[in-house]
């Protein structure tokens, strides 16, 4: 059975203190990875696509890699406006869309 | 990437009464759009695939009756919550699909059955 599992659920952290948010998936077949922030009340942010193990994405404090199992979203130095749910999705190598979302880790930046 | 738009952004309304949430792209000619409702705390839960020019495709479990969903043209899909009940109060988010497979969602909707 195709699934994403995200760790932690919440994960608490001081301001400039680094990080990393983990997405496992065991899926029949990967098309592409993505990443997702959402603040609440609001809808996801796209943030990043990873295709193939071994890529990397950066955007300000964020970082993203892929492996064959897994990805991780690294924090760097994280600011309070850093906090949010972030998502990970994955969409599956099949003849349309079809997309798994993980259940998300909330991340919660303190000044 | 691809900029979305829902309306309204709340609404509030009363039991057996149906409502319409519009999702529009405004820069992308969306061929695929969806809809997801999102419960407190919880992630994304896929209701339905709208493609433009044909029926819906729902997820197992939604009923099809229930949320009517219209894609007429290439930048606009409709969600219709029929006959609402309290337990149909959620947070409606619709997104849209582009050739790269990435999704680019709306702000969402949140509904209010009273």
């Known amino acids: 059975e195709d699934q994403v599992t995200q760790s932690p659920e919440a994960l608490r952290l001081q301001e400039g203190e680094s990080s990393s948010l983990n997405c496992s998936y065991t899926?029949?077949?990967?098309?592409?990875l993505f990443w997702y922030r959402q603040d609440p009340g609001k809808g996801p942010e796209f943030l990043f696509t990873?295709?193939?193990a071994g890529e990397e994405k950066e955007k300000e404090r964020l970082k993203a890699t892929l492996t064959k199992k897994e990805s991780f979203l690294h924090i760097t130095a994280p600011k309070p406006e850093d906090s949010a749910t972030y998502l990970c999705?994955?969409?599956?190598?099949?003849?349309?869309?079809?997309?798994?979302f993980g259940a998300g880790t909330r991340l919660f930046v303190k000044a | 990437g691809a900029v979305v738009s829902q309306h309204p952004s709340w609404v509030i309304c009363k039991s057996g009464t149906s409502v319409k949430i519009e999702c529009r792209s405004l820069d992308f000619q969306a061929t695929t759009m969806f809809w997801y409702r999102q419960f407190p705390k919880q992630s994304l839960m896929l209701m339905a695939t709208s493609n433009e020019g044909s029926k819906a495709t729902y997820e197992q479990g939604v009923e099809k009756d229930k949320f009517l969903i219209n894609h007429a043209s290439l930048t606009l899909s409709t969600l219709t919550v029929t006959s609402a009940h309290p337990e149909d109060s959620s947070f409606y988010i619709c997104?849209?699909?582009?050739?790269?497979?990435?999704?680019?969602f709306g702000p969402g909707t949140r509904l209010t059955v009273t």
């Open positions: 999705a994955v969409e599956l190598n099949t003849g349309g869309f079809k997309t798994i």
């Open positions: 990873l295709y193939s």
């Open positions: 899926v029949s077949g990967l098309r592409g």
């Open positions: 997104s849209v699909g582009t050739g790269a497979y990435e999704q680019y």
